[in-house]
């Protein structure tokens, strides 16, 4: 474990890494001889050695005059050499979380101290300056609290139309006429003026226009070589600077990149971007500057995907980039596809226009400036390019390659899974010059005639800088598009209900499948299948699944990385029956192609959760397709580009009202939660319901019983509130259901983990039960509120071996009858969904999934339900 900061002399902290590399210029240390021995091997880069440091500790990086480091033009593949699992011994330690159960390295040189306005560091411990302060009662540009709200109600989560303001705001005029009162807007563009002045948020929207500028024909000009093409952006550089300065992100942002470790064992893990190996080896790359040491590093993240806001009435198709920062922690042209000429032209458009939106941030990336942080502080800060976010569509656009090509590594588009090196910018120009563009297209699927935007920046390789898509390679991608498609496209719809999953009642047959319909196969696809197809076939399903929780766990630690490859081993070995039995003919496919590269951006990235295309996905309801669902659909841009810069000016508003103490999360939330109300339940259901409570802890890990905070009475409050604290996440609201008539129709019981043996992990700690009913009682003055349930027994001392799921069948006494309990609902641990072992024969399509619970005579505990119970039910 590391040393004590508070030692007064200087004195090396702990890391698990004590071999040094020998190397006059290498500072690599490693845990074993071996890993060593690889590295002197290899062609790994060499990072400078630090030179001491007087108490107390003040970072003096070597002259890079001085520098002896060679970096190879040919490219590794990351894959198959260890990287350094923390830094060396020479960090800034510190030990947090409940215990001190976590510890973290913080790199020394690019360690984010704070400074004034002018870029000189203050002494430790010196409070900022203090922001101005806004009087109570001043609303401006709105008079008082009333309009403020009333504008935020109308515009941003109404989004009503301009017709629909002023017919509201006539009646609302006639309503206070008799009272001599006024209205807080005289109609809609009053209101549209009144956002319009507000000062905060205000980063105007710029545009530039792109035209082709190559050779044209004599005759028979096509049109796209005439046409102006408009690209509408923000300023990146005072994007980010408002990011920055958000005082909500005050305690939500790191300043360091770090390395984080378990105490007791040393173990390494990745959770938020900072704590990955790119951020450190960034900050190792811009230290060597002198003029950076005690500068802070914001890692610039993108992503970009195509949308459409309305299939079938004409060119309807935007082309949205989002900006965002690594600190923060993770709590339009007609298509010619004919006209080679146009693809190069729309590839190329693409990267230049990409060049001229971040130009402003590029002095920044080699000489720090100051920016002020949400928390008051000034800083100094040193922009880089960081992760870009795109399905694969888009990476063949980034990465200048063809398609059918893996944008990460030179695999042949033919054996995608062959072992090969990884692409890089030094690499593909050197194929550039020595080759034609027909050979490096053909041999290494490079497209030569492109120059990629992030030739334009310093520290940048867009090959290296994409990052994974849980979305598009694995749920859309490995899942649905390939596994699920090589077997026969049957769903079922005997399956009990459990928060969050979707039913499909009449089976197959969608016009279009979206993420959330994906991702809910994969809850109920495994045992729908055991029994149907051949076991190597399940065990193929199984690995993939698997290897999708695994990689969407929010933290991830070096023991999951050794089951992420584990399962990846298997799914390689048992997909071959799909080959085998003639269904495909070849696995060169690249969205399966890349889970081979998920370990490798999991050191670089950290959890790929932070860095999915879900992500961009949802911000194009709010960026794109409400705004024009709000336009009058002609010239729609302009109007989406203003309504969108409204939102963010009311946005910006509302923190600053908050940051005074002028506002609350309540006023957007409507109120708080008590622990008991007599309000009916959701969708019109009259049952005890036991609800969890939705909000956000301090993401540290509950290793104890789910705390439970209830006040209930039998026939008098149908809600329960209780607190979940679920295993490496936040909180997360889920209902737990105990009723005769839900949603005005049939019964619903769910199941629930009975935590019965705390001692032991996994399923070996946990019964099952179905919660009949919730009921409390009153004794000598304490409340204790309790639960009827009826047990089930597990089949077996392990999962199955094909599904790798629990098995359970309802409990009975030695009388037949059924063994039913009552318990204080404290022992409940977290939701439980059951799938029936459906065996061999096919299910009647007369049977409901409200019946399941009670038609079969053996259960699955379906791990897959939810990634916590993911990590509970093993």
């Known amino acids: 474990m590391p040393a004590n900061a508070t030692n007064s002399c200087p004195c090396p902290d702990h890391s698990t890494l004590q071999l040094p590399c020998s190397h006059p210029s290498c500072q690599q240390y490693f845990k074993t001889a071996a890993g060593r021995t690889k590295h002197r091997l290899s062609a790994h880069p060499i990072i400078p050695q630090p030179v001491s440091a007087p108490c107390p500790p003040s970072p003096e990086l070597l002259d ?15 894959d198959e050499v260890p990287r350094p699992l923390s830094p060396p011994a020479d960090v800034n330690a510190e030990f947090y979380g409940p215990k001190n159960q976590f510890y973290r390295n913080y790199h020394k040189g690019l360690d984010g101290r704070p400074c004034d306005e002018n870029g000189v560091f203050l002494s430790p411990g010196t409070l900022p300056s203090p922001l101005v302060e806004r009087p109570a009662d001043d609303w401006t540009p709105f008079r008082d609290r009333i309009e403020f709200k009333a504008a935020k109600f109308l515009f941003c989560k109404d989004q009503m139309s301009a017709s629909h303001i002023d017919t509201l705001l006539d009646l609302w005029a006639a309503t206070l006429a008799k009272h001599d009162d006024h209205l807080p807007f005289a109609n809609h563009r009053d209101l549209y003026q009144t956002i319009d002045s507000i000062p905060l948020g205000d980063v105007p929207w710029q545009n530039f226009a792109v035209k082709f500028c190559g050779d044209k024909p004599d005759v028979d000009i096509p049109p796209w070589m005439n046409s102006f093409y408009d690209v509408w952006f923000r300023d990146p550089h005072e994007v980010v600077c408002n990011m920055l300065a958000n005082p909500m992100y005050a305690d939500e942002m790191d300043y360091q990149p770090y390395h984080e470790y378990a105490s007791a064992t040393d173990e390494c893990q990745w959770k938020d971007f900072m704590s990955a190996d790119w951020a450190w080896d960034q900050a190792d790359e811009i230290s060597k500057d002198p003029d950076t040491v005690g500068a802070t590093f914001v890692p610039i993240i993108l992503g970009s995907d195509k949308t459409t806001v309305l299939v079938g009435t004409g060119n309807n198709e935007y082309y949205p980039l989002y900006l ?58 040193v922009y880089g390019l960081g992760p870009y976010i795109t399905d694969y569509e888009e990476q063949v656009l980034l990465g200048c390659i063809v398609k059918c090509w893996c944008a990460r590594c030179l695999a042949s588009r033919l054996n995608l899974d062959d072992d090969a090196l990884d692409r890089c910018c030094k690499y593909v120009d050197a194929l550039v010059e020595e080759g034609t563009l027909l050979e490096i297209w053909d041999d290494y699927g490079i497209v030569g005639d492109i120059v990629p935007f992030t030739n334009d920046f310093p520290r940048a390789d867009i090959n290296r800088l994409i990052a994974p898509d849980l979305l598009h390679q694995l749920i859309k991608g490995a899942f649905k598009d390939h596994l699920v498609d090589w077997v026969e496209k049957y769903l079922i719809a005997a399956v ?9 009642p009449e089976g197959q047959g969608f016009k279009q499948w979206t993420g959330d319909d994906s991702k809910a196969l994969m809850k109920v696809y495994l045992p729908a299948i055991e029994g149907h197809l051949p076991q190597d076939i399940v065990h193929a399903f199984r690995a993939l699944l698997e290897f999708c929780y695994l990689v969407c766990r929010n933290i991830i630690t070096e023991k999951t990385l050794t089951e992420i490859q584990d399962a990846l081993t298997r799914f390689h070995h048992y997909h071959e029956a799909f080959r085998d039995a ?21 050191r670089l990235f950290s959890a790929p959760n932070s860095l999915c295309s879900l992500i961009t996905k949802s911000k194009h309801i709010k960026a794109v ?37 002028m506002l609350s999360d309540l006023d957007d939330a409507g109120g708080g939660h008590a622990c008991a109300t ?46 979940l604290i679920p295993p490496n996440d936040n909180m997360r609201m889920e209902y737990i259901c105990a009723c005769h008539q839900w949603r005005n129709g049939h019964a619903r019981n769910d199941c629930v983990f009975v935590s019965t043996k705390p001692e032991l992990k996994g399923m070996q700690g946990f019964d099952i039960a179905c919660v009949l009913c919730f009921f409390s009682f009153t004794f000598q003055g304490t409340t204790y509120p309790c639960a009827v349930i009826r ?42 969904h059951l799938i029936p072992v459906y065996g061999t024969q096919f299910v009647s399509h007369d049977l409901k999934y409200y019946q399941s619970y009670d038609s079969f005579r053996a259960y699955y505990v379906n791990k897959y339900a939810d990634h916590h119970t993911f990590e509970i039910a093993f």
Not at 66 to 75: I, K, M, T, Y
């Open 678 to 723: 007599d309000s009916a339940p959701p969708n019109g259901s009259n049952a005890n319901v036991l609800d969890v409570d939705e909000g956000h802890d301090d993401g540290e890990v509950d290793d104890e019983s789910t705390v439970l905070q209830a006040d209930v009475q039998l026939a008098l409050t149908p809600h329960v509130f209780i607190r």
């Open 324 to 381: 965002s920062i690594g600190n923060v922690l993770y709590k339009a042209a007609r298509v010619h596809a004919e006209d080679l000429k146009f693809r190069k032209f729309r590839r190329q458009q693409f990267h230049s226009s990409l060049s001229k939106i971040l130009q402003p941030l590029k002095p920044g990336m080699t000489k720090p400036e100051v920016a002020r942080f949400g928390d008051g502080h000034f800083h100094c800060v």
């Open 791 to 832: 047990w089930f027994n597990t089949v077996g001392d392990s999962p199955d071996e094909d599904t790798g799921m629990w098995i359970v069948r309802p409990a009975y006494r030695a009388n037949h009858s059924p063994h039913m309990s009552i318990i204080h609902i404290d022992s409940i641990y977290h939701a439980a």
């Open 64 to 78: 890079p005059g001085n520098d002896q480091q060679h970096e190879d033009d040919v490219p590794f593949n990351a």
């Open 496 to 504: 009990a209900s459990f928060t969050g999953l979707r039913c499909f």
């Open 582 to 602: 003639g269904v495909v003919p070849t696995f060169s496919l690249p969205r399966q192609h890349s889970l081979k590269h998920y370990i490798q951006l999991i």
């Open 625 to 661: 397709k409400e705004p024009w669902r709000r336009s009058s659909r002609f010239n729609a841009l302009g109007q989406m580009l203003q309504t969108n810069q409204r939102l963010d000016k009311l946005a910006a508003l509302r923190v600053d009202f908050t940051r005074c103490n």
